[in-house]
């Protein structure tokens, strides 16, 4: 008999975790109006809100804290970062920042300007809004199959090259960068392909544009890649992320994804040009270039999770847990966005409750029914997060209206997906009960879904 595959870590420290009642989520919900950012964590059973600075570190990064070095400027802790960086990636030169967010700040402040259009892979919300800050625009240019939760494509992240080249060519003067989000969030943790890389890559060359890629996933990305792409089968994760990375001149990095840390980021980049430039503003937003935002235990704890974080047998076990949440829904009859994504699930809240009407938030009213049936957190990724037009001031309707289940690394067992499971299926059950969605009753200009207030209705 095979053996059953089993988790390739096991289990040193624990967090105890609550149920609660019904009658309690229903007065903490009321109470956060509805919006389940407000919601206190103890208030929650399982919370798969993010996976972002979530993860569990390991003994290994622990034990690199404590060897954190805290000079503000030339510490230790920097220069094991940049050998990891640069060990991983091929990138020679980089800048830490507190977070993804932080370092697209920085980076953009020197490379986006007011009429800029920065086409790419469905940006992600922070990055959209670093370039719409900057009164330039983001465009667009992942497949459509990306946008048909029943369309089956193995790479949903990749850029449909056609779209980049209309762009390029409409409007090429003001385009000053390629962004490739790795994997595509967004669109369902899906990831883009090697030869779809290469092919960015080619045209952005025509163009003489330069390519970045937002990696806050390469790590799964080149998981599915040796998985899914016939031509990587036997290389190493690590081999195809160098690859990968060739196809970049910069990269933005959240760690808290694929580097399994609880916070920190960076910018890497071969011009040494662009990192003079980009020095300054990391100096003034973020910190000494040495530091940017980051303690020295942190940076060494973040250097040793990129290793770990592109380690086959971690990524394995990573991936299969996701996978065996998505298949236990896909057996309830559950739509989901197929194939399985890397970091989370994507529930279709329009298959799921067809019956509401888009402007009634159908993806908040199924994360809401989630939250009160078992306290799980998920999170909308639809129109409250895709917020209004900063011209218009219009409600922005995207193609799709998505609840989030983000599994953070290392965290929860395969009983926690069960309970998951059962809880969606149970308001699955009951979906034609629920007759009526949300309205917003105050809102942010920018951003608002992490303070947006709602009230029910019906
Ligand atoms: N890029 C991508 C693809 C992301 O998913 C995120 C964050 C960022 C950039 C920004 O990084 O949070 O470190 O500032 N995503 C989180 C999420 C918040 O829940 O998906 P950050």
Redesign the pocket.
């Known amino acids: 008999m095979d053996l059953p595959f089993a988790e390739s870590y096991k289990i040193k420290v624990v967090e105890s975790i609550h149920r609660s009642t019904l009658e309690e989520r229903t007065n903490w919900i009321r109470n956060a109006h509805f919006n389940l950012f407000q919601i206190k964590s103890d208030q929650i059973f399982i919370d798969l809100l993010?996976?972002?600075g979530t993860g569990a570190m390991s003994d290994k990064q622990w034990g690199a804290i404590m060897t954190g070095d805290e000079s503000y400027a030339g510490a230790s802790s920097y220069y094991n970062l940049k050998d990891a960086i640069h060990d991983i990636t091929g990138f020679p030169l980089y800048l830490p920042t507190h977070?993804?967010?932080?370092a697209e700040n920085v980076l953009f402040s020197v490379l986006v300007k007011e009429g800029d259009i920065v086409p790419g892979n469905s940006h992600?919300d922070?990055?959209k809004g670093h370039i719409e800050f900057r009164k330039a625009s983001a465009i667009d240019c992942t497949i459509d199959e990306a946008f048909d939760t029943t369309a089956y494509h193995l790479f949903k992240g990749n850029v449909a090259l056609g779209k980049l080249e209309d762009v390029l060519k409409k409007s090429g003067d003001n385009v000053p960068f390629i962004i490739l989000?790795l994997t595509n969030?967004s669109a369902g943790g899906q990831p883009v392909s090697l030869e779809n890389m290469h092919a960015v890559k080619k045209l952005a060359d025509t163009y003489n544009k330069p390519v970045l890629f937002?990696s806050?996933?390469f790590a799964e990305n080149a998981y599915f890649i040796k998985l899914r792409e016939p031509a990587y089968k036997d290389k190493s994760i690590r081999q195809i992320a160098k690859e990968m990375f060739s196809c970049a001149d910069m990269m933005t990095m959240?760690s808290?994804?694929d580097a399994i840390v609880n916070m920190g980021?960076f910018i890497a980049m071969r011009d040494p040009e662009l990192f003079r430039q980009c020095s300054m503003f990391n100096i003034m937003y973020e910190g000494y270039i040495t530091y940017g935002g980051m303690s020295g235990r942190d940076m060494n704890a973040l250097a040793q999770g990129l290793y770990e974080g592109t380690d086959f047998d971690y990524l394995e076990t990573r991936i299969k847990q996701v996978e065996y949440l998505g298949n236990r829904l896909v057996e309830f009859g559950i739509p989901i966005q197929a194939p399985i994504g890397g970091h989370a699930i994507f529930i279709d809240a329009k298959r799921f409750l067809p019956h509401l009407p888009k402007e009634e938030f159908p993806a908040q009213t199924l994360a809401i029914q989630l939250y009160l049936e078992a306290g799980v957190r998920g999170v909308e990724i639809g129109a409250l997060l895709a917020d209004r037009d900063p011209v218009t001031r219009e409600n922005r309707y995207p193609a799709l209206e998505m609840v989030r289940l983000?599994i953070p690394r290392r965290v929860y067992t395969n009983n926690h997906m069960d309970v998951v499971a059962v809880a969606l299926k149970n308001v699955f059950d009951r979906r034609n009960d629920i007759r009526s969605g949300m309205r917003i009753t105050r809102e942010a200009p920018i951003m608002r879904h992490f303070t947006v207030e709602l009230e029910q209705l019906g």
């Open positions: 993010t996976d972002s977070q993804g967010r932080a992600f922070t990055t989000t969030n937002d806050a996933r959240s808290k994804k980021g983000a």
